[in-house]
């Protein structure tokens, strides 16, 4: 299944840094403007190492090669900085393959301190696993990049979003693809066999560990969700816990709210208090009048949104 693309420009960047500390002179390329039917967003990066081996896309491969040649050069110069140019009318677009109608521009900087500094790419790294956002301002025409939203360009890193979704069950088939959908990383957590069969969710890797010991490892952060769906407590209630020791934007669990009540009372034996509580919100999802797996997915897709954006009302 797709990985957000937020992930993917933040996996080209810890690419490049680990060439990098290996020795090896790297540029980075990012596309700074579209116009017309781009085939890569504003923000795409491109890490190309001096061997010319590279990692990301700036066009899905219409214009890579000569942005390779481009940034090798520029390697080679050990200064300075480039804005290459590439569209459909231009006799060069053609020579490298954008004939798809639209125009991008795309700045190549060296990963230097003068340029993109390797320090920054470890502060995108570390913002992205404690969930919180980054915005970068670039100088285009020296290249000189620092964190700040003042400059003539600015790129943001939003944090990755992810989802724990606690029980391989019919609503979590339909909770992955809608969470793919928003950009949401999920992950299914569930030790039990019968449930947490390959087959039933093909191309996502499940994770067969009771939940608190899943959870330690996945560490929820200020980006992450936390449903449970398996209406047993031996499970839902240790993962219900772990995410209220985090600061997981949105905790959530299923159950009637006769269940949800016996469930509060059982965490509150556990020392939380009634304003931590309250952050759980049961019965999981909007009240749409969900009748079945799909739209009671959908329900908890628009509360879990809702929620991310400071949209979302208390409980009565």
Known sequence: MTAPRTADDLGTLRAARGWHADGHRVAIATVID??????RRKGSHLAIRDDGLFEGSVSGGCVEGDVITEAQ???????????????VADATAWQVGLACGGRIQILVQRLADDGFAPALIDRLLAAAAAGEAVTLAIDPATGATREGDDGPLTRAYPPPRRLAIIGAVHIAQAL???????????TVIDPRGLFAADARFAGLELDRRWPDEALTDWQPNAASAVVALTHDPKLDDVALAAALRSPAYYIAALGSRKNHAGRLERLAALGFDADTLARVRGPAGLAIGAADPAEIALSIAAEMTASWRGALAPRA
Do not use: H
């Not at 579209?34 to 085939?39: E, H, I, L």
């Open 176 to 186: 992955v693809p809608l969470a793919i959908g928003l950009g949401v990383t999920p």
């Open 73 to 87: 050069a520029l390697l080679d110069a050990g200064t300075g900085v480039a804005t290459l140019d590439y569209g």
């Open 34 to 39: 579209t116009w017309g039917s781009a085939p």
